[in-house]
T-cell receptor, first 113, second 114 residues
């Protein structure tokens, strides 16, 4: 079983709709959770971080964490064509004396104008 | 504010040639530093991480090495490149603090081994 799993997509949504991106992780020791956006040919950009169960909102983005189900999601409201990118889920855990980050392979999002 | 630099941005090297990629961080002290590789259409693979000067941990045995000669400088090297070393190399930093454990990436170096 992969440590962090994401549906590779592509996930296609019409402009103005809500895009829902999901991620599951296997390590119950994981402490912090992150969502990155990566445009083609560019480096990943951190857009959300979440540490506690529940929802965290930042503008059009909402991250949701459920540690009991080992599930983290990202909602993008009022999706725009500029949101078209690959979204990477990452999990942080403390091991061997430092914090390591485990990444999923990403979900490709297409917002259709 | 913190800034991370990587150079060069792109590199084309023949098989068997040496490699040196450099990463520097500004605006923070004692960061944790990381080297990742992202092959075309694939996920991020952690190569090395460092918690301080001269302290390097390797995640994947291969023909690459890393060094941290200064607090905010991280270097990725190879004596002889392989075709399989092609990819997008990303340096990242994180630091414990108010926004603990968030990790930020540099712009990356795209390496093509021919």
């Amino acid at each position: 079983q992969k440590e962090v799993e994401q549906n590779s997509g592509p996930l296609s949504v019409p402009e103005g709709a809500i895009a829902s991106l999901n991620c599951t992780y296997s390590d119950r020791v994981s402490q912090s959770f992150f969502w990155y956006r990566q445009y083609s040919g560019k480096s990943p950009e951190l857009i959300m971080s979440i540490y506690s169960n529940g929802d965290k909102e930042d503008g059009r983005f909402t991250a949701q964490l459920n540690k009991a189900s080992q599930y983290v999601s990202l909602l993008i409201r009022d999706s725009q064509p500029s949101d078209s990118a690959t979204y990477l889920c990452a999990v942080n855990m403390f091991t061997s004396g430092t914090y390591k980050y485990i990444f999923g392979t990403g979900t490709r999002l297409k917002v259709l104008a | 504010s913190q800034t991370i630099h990587q150079w060069p941005a792109t590199l084309v090297q023949p098989v068997g040639s040496p490699l040196s990629l450099e990463c520097t961080v500004e605006g923070t002290s004692n960061p944790n530093l990381y080297w990742y590789r992202q092959a075309a259409g694939r996920g991020l693979q952690l190569l090395f991480y460092s918690v301080g000067i001269g302290q390097i941990s390797s995640e994947v045995p291969q023909n690459l090495s890393a060094s941290r000669p200064q607090d905010r400088q991280f270097i990725l090297s190879s004596k002889k490149l392989l075709l399989s070393d092609s990819g997008f190399y990303l340096c990242a930093w994180s630091v414990q603090g108010a926004r603990a454990y968030e990790q930020y990436f540099g712009p990356g170096t795209r390496l093509t081994v021919t």
